[in-house]
């Protein structure tokens, strides 16, 4: 049969043999390319050390906030007036002259680490490593550059309406929810502290802190920060569906804890430690299923509010959308609903610590789902603060489209509404007018 085949595709013409040969060379390619990705990523978890990682993965976060602004400025979206900030807050050029500094301070250190590490310094690197933490708290605490001195006004306020269970903003909401996705980032400050007391006390100190239980401790955090917001908002308002979110929130600590549980059976040895870990195991992956469709669903349904069929506006022209949409192009929501379903599922992984216990293979793994989580987060604030403008009826600032799903009716237009061109389901505003209105 295999003779057959191989005097099939002999048999094919020329140009045939032509392009199979270029399938297979791209396929050859393709996957050179991955394994280069993945070497490299081993490279990074074994030779470069937490806290630069961490600090990384901290100034990309910052920088994608950057990008949000910009973009959210570009498209008209008020995200300033709900998330009750001045007109000058929030400049994007602020944001990425902060990350600009952040990614220097970082590069700086790091090759003074690698510079050690490539003559055996030890005492050097542990010296770079300790500085380099030292300098980015000091900078966060005494620099006045106006993105960082917004910053610790940002998050004091945050702090003090937390602690005294004030009313629950939006601001509030969607810090916390970044929180959640920089949740490893807080677990990452527990190893952190634990490698310089292996280095400083001995490493028996050392590994009994990164083994203790502080890392999902930290990484439970955020989720009961926002789980706490939920049942207040449900307190204050009595709106039931905070309590569906308080559960989504909840559903997120299985995954966290079950996978800690989980690591410390991995080294039992013993017949009874193994059918205890195959258990938490299927335990551990329910628990991933539930979380990331849950998540997923929220996401789609209430945060995007995707998947109306209809609404006092009208009925959506583009199928599982909303009458109203702020971005003109319809094919985004769609590409932004199948990328979340992936990234969620990845973002579930992420919160397992006992991926770690695969060595540097799995700390590699954990590593891609940090990067793709922050830049899921970073496509999900588009979205999400769009809704929000949308659902409090907050006028659009720029004469930017709003695509209003629609079919629009002939009807004569009244002396008092605003100049506007309605075609094809696509609400513009004149160049006369300052803002664009959204229907009511």
């Given at each position: 049969m295999g003779d057959l085949h191989e005097g099939m595709l002999a048999a094919k013409p020329s140009h045939g043999a032509h392009d199979l040969s270029f399938i297979e060379e791209l396929d050859r390619s393709l996957w050179q390319g991955v394994i280069m990705v993945f070497d490299l990523g081993v490279y990074v978890v074994v030779h470069v050390p937490v806290i630069f990682r961490a600090s990384a993965i901290a100034t990309l976060f910052l920088f994608c906030w950057g990008l949000n602004v910009y973009g959210m400025d570009q498209?008209?979206?008020?995200?300033?007036?709900?998330?009750?900030?001045?007109?000058?807050?929030?400049?994007?050029?602020?944001?990425?002259?902060?990350?600009?500094?952040?990614?220097?301070?970082?590069?700086?250190?790091l090759t003074l680490y690698r510079g050690c590490a490539t003559f055996d310094f030890e005492a050097g690197q542990i010296a770079v490593s300790v500085t380099y933490g030292l300098v980015l708290v000091g900078f966060g605490v005494f620099s006045e550059m106006p993105a960082v001195r917004d910053a610790r006004v940002f998050l004091k306020a945050r702090t003090m309406t937390f602690l005294t269970a004030s009313e629950v903003k939006f601001i509030d909401v969607l810090f916390a929810d970044a929180l959640t996705s920089s949740s490893k980032l807080l677990a990452d400050m527990h190893v952190i502290l634990c490698s310089i007391v292996l280095h400083l006390v001995g490493d028996m100190a050392g590994s009994t802190c990164i083994n203790s239980y502080l890392g999902p401790v930290l990484a439970s955090l955020p989720y009961c920060?926002?789980?706490?917001?939920c049942w207040l908002t449900f307190s204050t308002k009595n709106d039931q569906?905070?309590?569906v979110n308080f559960g989504k929130y909840l559903s997120s600590l299985p995954v966290i804890w079950l996978s800690a549980i989980k690591s410390s059976y991995?080294?039992?040895?013993?017949?009874?430690?193994?059918?205890i870990e195959t258990q938490l195991a299927m335990l551990w992956l329910y628990s991933v299923v539930i979380n990331t469709v849950y998540s997923f669903l929220w996401d789609v349904f209430k945060d995007w509010g995707?998947?109306?069929p209809r609404s006092s506006v009208g009925k959506p022209q583009w199928l599982f959308l909303r009458p109203v949409l702020a971005y003109s192009l319809p094919l985004y929501y769609y590409v932004i609903i199948v990328v979340d379903l992936a990234l969620r599922g990845c973002w579930s992984l992420k919160l397992s610590s006992h991926l770690q216990r695969y060595g540097s293979h799995g700390q590699v793994f954990i590593l891609v789902f940090e990067i793709l989580e922050v830049l899921r987060r970073w496509a999900w604030i588009y979205f999400r603060v769009e809704w929000e403008c949308i659902s409090k009826k907050v006028p659009f600032t720029s004469a930017t489209a709003l695509v209003g799903e629609t079919k629009a009716k002939k009807t004569p237009r009244r002396a008092t509404e605003p100049h506007s061109e309605v075609s094809h389901g696509v609400a513009r505003m004149s160049s006369r007018d300052s803002t664009v209105l959204l229907p009511t």
């Open positions: 498209a008209g979206v008020p995200f300033r007036t709900v998330l009750g900030l001045k007109a000058t807050d929030a400049k994007a050029s602020e944001v990425f002259q902060l990350s600009r500094t952040l990614l220097a301070i970082l590069i700086v250190f920060i926002r789980a706490v917001q569906w905070q309590l991995s080294d039992g040895g013993t017949a009874e430690d193994s059918e995707l998947g109306r």
